[in-house]
């Protein structure tokens, strides 16, 4: 189900298949994957989208492709995203996550998770020294 | 503010002053931050808390210490802890992030925001390849 | 599946029926959808409920109708609330919105999101001239 | 600081100090707090909300008063409402909670959040038996 | 669908079956949910997670085994986690819960997601008397 | 308190200035709000970011001005974000925004809240006729 109509063929539009063109490229596979599908709906809408999750995440940066898929996951998980925990554990298995360095992100994020809910639960007031933006 | 009273001398509890002297001895630094002054309240809770936290942040895992203080920070953002964001991006900093990973960071985990909730607002179904259960 | 029981007749309790009738006047349509029949386990929350969402949402009031139904579905996409997204997607398109308008609508949807979560990484402190309250 | 104006004498409206009037006799206290005061710039919105919570929270229903205040901490803590923390933790307080029933709230609302996000992160599917709804 | 395989026989490793084993011992009953099998593909993880729901929920507490659950549901809810609210849902009943009681619960949870909403579109300042922390 | 430093002179970066100057001119007025000065630290992350907001709330759109404002606020009230609560609002106002509309805003977020807990405390199964992605 989806709150989008799919087109059976979405490439008809010129603006759908270049950036359907650069996903295969980039990705060095035929495989579009729903998300992508789904935006179509709004060539604008998925240029723009592609176009950024590109520059982030399919481009060289200060961060490691591992490392930027693992932080991803930990935001899709809180955000309760299941689509996008799906798609991003696929893509970070694709860059070589093991089954352990999974089970590691997962108890990362389940422990930020619990002493998240214990410091609002507590109403915990920040330290003073934790101010890194004095001079504000 | 805070919703239980901070004992003006916690370590007059001997199970709170262990739990002090091995975040001091793990940190090597003097300073304990309000989020265990405020857990002292409940020795016990305190106790596993910080036994939690001790065992996957601050022993050598299979992820190294700024990623896991870094994936910390995105499902504290996510789940909206001041208090956890701003404890964990100092524990960030004190262990090498530069001012450019941080950036990053930040980049990664508010375009993983956006991403999700596309991916909610879409209700994008989920491609069959991405069944890494199968079996179940 | 649900967590709780659909009766295969629930109008059989006059309360209930009560409620559908009203809700089939009101919209104009013979479809009751799931959430009213998944409430009809009690139905003095179904009554409540109902009451409550005819009030603001099928009654005339200072916003337009699709306005409405739009900031709904921006609630709910944040909450990750997969059939309220739906629900009132729907209910948007059968008030005319359009697909650009949706479009558009999931484009700020997902901007604030991702500002939000820059926000609350940064921990922005607010600027005094926000303070709309001044005098409490 | 707040989004709305706080009057400084809210009840020279006549519904305002209708809906004070009653949360002093109902709490059985002068004191009115800040909620209310906020929510006093649109009377109705103060009536239907004060109205609201007195049926629900400062009535005799099937569970006790206790319970009903854990549970609303619990839902406030989970949406990161400080606010509210503070607000139902310190009516919480009154009706008899004890340090040791706090510890365990918070103990068992931090575990729920650490399993809840390891149940989305593995996007674990949902036992057969767990289908409460069947005949749906 | 899960984001981890699931194992035709989970058991022929000791750990989980030592750990499946204390389930049906402590639930006694023959049947393990998908939690734990999904758990599974990393022993560690799943037995300081069962270790952790076994002492808090399965054990003699401050607290009564059905509030407990009900405050489970409660946070499951707030945080989106459908399978948990099955889980904890069927847990409360065959621990007693009514339907009664049910409505209730979820009147109660919704109504303080209603007012969390309110109190963080309104950003009301906490009141002085609500601090119980003094001496932070 | 902020989680980056705030420089005392952030435009002697052109870049910086660059992107000041046009929130001065795209919005008539001298006054920069924080967020801008906390992404500052990040000139590339403010281009970016501003480029985007400016795009979409501060050039004709299918949507008027106040609506987006309005939705922008419904998300960053849904999502706990208390700065961009802030700073939408007081946009929302200088666009026009009524104490009634503003009202009635809060009033529709708090209720889709409400709903939205109600539904995945219920888990109700979506109807089929709310399928828009027939084909996927």
Known sequence: MATVPFSSDPEQDPRVRAVFDDIRATRKTDFINNMWRALAFDPALLERTWGEVKA?????????????????????????????????????????????????????????????????????????????????
């Open 56 to 136: 982030l995440m399919a481009t060289p940066t200060a961060l490691d492709p591992l490392t930027k898929e693992m932080i991803y996951i930990a935001v899709s998980v809180a955000n309760s995203c299941g689509y996008c925990v799906h798609s991003h554990t696929a893509a970070a298995k694709a860059k070589g996550m093991t089954a352990e360095q999974h089970a590691e992100l997962l108890a990362i994020v389940s422990l930020a998770a619990k002493t998240n809910h214990l410091a609002t639960g507590l109403q915990v007031p920040v330290d003073e020294v934790f101010d890194l933006g004095r001079g504000a």
